[in-house]
């Protein structure tokens, strides 16, 4: 059975290593154990761990919100209004 380390699903999925570590210290994502292979400490990954992976991934929700974000999600909250319309005025 082939076994891949956390960087190298790391990049298969298209993230960075750090993000994938810091999303399994944080708990979001399901992961191996950790075993230890030429004396370190290293998540070895199967192909059944990587689909689990990519299933929870959609999943997580970004812990950053930027001023736009929270703007649209205030919005949401909100009926939209429909603008008056009004002539423009003529200046003289």
Do not use: F, H
Not at 5 to 26: D, F
Not at 35 to 44: K, N, S, W
């Amino acid at each position: 059975m082939n076994r891949l380390s956390t960087q190298q699903v790391a990049k298969k999925l298209g993230l960075s290593n750090a993000s994938l570590s810091r999303y399994i210290l944080a708990g979001k994502v399901p992961a191996p154990p950790e075993e230890m292979a030429g004396g370190m400490r290293m998540r070895l990954w199967t192909e059944s761990d990587i689909e689990r992976l990519r299933e929870a991934l959609p999943k997580i929700a970004n812990g950053r919100k930027t001023r736009y974000q929270k703007l649209r999600e205030k919005q949401k909250g909100t009926e939209k209004q429909p603008k008056k319309k009004t002539k423009p005025t003529k200046k003289k």
